[in-house]
T-cell receptor, first 115, second 114 residues
Framework: DTGVSQDPRHKITKRGQNVTFRCDPI?????LYWYRQTLGQGPEFLTY????????KSRLLSDRFSAERPKGSFSTLEIQRTEQGDSAMYLC?????????????FGSGTQLSVL | AQSVSQHNHHVILSEAASLELGCNYS??????LFWYVQYPGQHLQLLLK??????LVKGIKGFEAEFIKSKFSFNLRKPSVQWSDTAEYFC????????????FGDGTTLTVKP
């Protein structure tokens, strides 16, 4: 168990630029989740994948956000035309998807700052 | 949509004091409930979970939580806290066993004074 890894750890960008984050889940985990967290709040669900299929996407996620998991392993989250309100910690988590014993394993997150 | 409410934003205790952190959720059906913890400088990790059966669940490091269905609550307890319990604690609920989405509360920051 090497854990969930996210890259980069920090990203500073200017408003209007595009950014992409990567998440590598635990290898045998078939579910992968993206959450967003701002200061003083809990993680907010963005989207999740079962293998390569994106099964749910938050209504809060604007069209500027897109996520992929092309081979059912790593995933990318892209934000186009970033806005200052996108500044947050972006968390990735993975799980086995076993309904009776599922727990989320989180990565350390990517801290995005939009100037 | 389901929501989770954590009553205390910041709790400060002395070592050996007893701890209870409140968590209430809004959903009338079957739920799975979780407490996650984030120690300073570390990532979120699972503390304990309730899926079914005994409503009193025990987790790591002496923590326990009790699911009271009639009160829609899942409060976290520890009889005697240690300085190393200083962390942020998040309650989470999943309303469909087969669904992926977990909804988190806004967290409680616990500071334990040595």
């Amino acid at each position: 168990d090497t854990g969930v890894s996210q890259d980069p750890r920090h990203k500073i960008t200017k408003r209007g630029q595009n950014v992409t984050f990567r998440c590598d889940p635990i290898s045998e985990h078939n579910r992968l989740y993206w959450y967003r967290q701002t200061l003083g709040q809990g993680p907010e669900f963005l989207t999740y994948f079962q293998n390569e299929a994106q099964l749910e996407k938050s209504r809060l996620l604007s069209d500027r956000f897109s996520a992929e998991r092309p081979k059912g392993s790593f995933s990318t989250l892209e934000i186009q035309r970033t806005e200052q309100g996108d500044s947050a910690m972006y968390l990735c988590a993975s799980s086995t998807g076993q309904s009776t014993n599922e727990k989320l394993f989180f990565g350390s997150g990517t801290q995005l700052s939009v100037l | 949509a389901q929501s989770v409410s954590q009553h205390n934003h910041h709790v400060i205790l002395s070592e050996a004091a007893s701890l209870e952190l409140g968590c209430n959720y809004s959903y009338g059906g079957t739920v799975n409930l979780f407490w996650y913890v984030q120690y300073p400088g570390q990532h979120l990790q699972l503390l304990l979970k309730y899926f079914s059966g005994d409503p009193l669940v025990k987790g790591i490091k002496g923590f326990e939580a009790e699911f009271i269905k009639s009160k829609f609550s899942f409060n976290l307890r520890k009889p005697s806290v240690q300085w190393s319990d200083t962390a942020e604690y998040f309650c989470a609920v999943k309303v469909d066993t087969n669904a992926g989405k977990s909804t988190f509360g806004d967290g409680t920051t616990l500071t334990v004074k040595p």
